[in-house]
């Protein structure tokens, strides 16, 4: 009786995987709740990962609270200034969503590209104050409105009116954004030296 070579070799792999030295090689897996992490070389757990809430820092959340507050109040003040008589175009909601998708872009570009590192700027103002100054929630009951008083064209413009000004803004802050990037570097370029910033960009 012949035996084939390739299956005494699987016969002889599966043999060896099924010892002790299989279960040696066997993944570990710990827990997020557990006390400890993952062993490290030494075999000494490593320390316990903090949880995300305590890895926040408190100014950041100070920061965001704080622009929401501002935020949230001046599209409110806003509001009242210049309200929308019934059954007419939101005006005010939709100049307010459009210069905050302005903002938000030029915003990021002179975070990201421009000033250095910042711990406030971001939270403060991106997600902060233009997170609750910008508005979906009115946008869409504005447009409730209109359909529920039978004004079909106009909720339909504020829809995709909205969409692409929003759109056409954002392009607008972002072409800006890079402008003043290029002339910063030419700037740079030419003295020698960034231009310092203050210490609410650091």
């Known amino acids: 009786m012949r035996t084939d070579p390739c299956s005494v070799r699987r016969l002889l792999m599966r043999a060896n995987e099924s010892g002790p030295e299989r279960e040696s090689r066997e993944p570990t897996y710990i827990s997020d709740a557990e006390p400890g992490g993952e062993p490290e070389p030494g075999g000494d757990p490593a320390p316990a990962r903090e949880p995300f809430r305590s890895r926040l820092r408190k100014g950041v959340l100070a920061a965001v609270a704080l622009g929401g507050v501002l935020g949230g109040s001046a599209r409110y003040v806003l509001g009242l200034m210049f309200p929308t008589p019934r059954g007419t175009f939101p005006l005010t909601t939709f100049a307010i969503n459009v210069s905050g998708a302005f903002l938000l872009a030029l915003l990021l ?36 409105h209109l359909l529920g008083h039978g004004h079909y064209a106009v909720a339909a413009f504020n829809v995709f009116g909205s969409l692409f000004a929003g759109l056409a803004a954002t392009v607008l802050g972002l072409a800006i954004g890079r402008m003043a990037l290029a002339r910063r570097v030419r700037l740079t370029t030419r003295h020698g030296r960034a231009r310092r910033y203050g210490w609410w960009v650091r």
């Open 109 to 144: 570009v002179y975070v990201l590209e421009i000033w250095p590192p910042t711990q406030y700027v971001r939270p403060f103002a991106g997600v902060g104050f233009l997170g609750a100054f910008t508005t979906f929630s009115t946008w869409m009951v504005d447009t409730d």
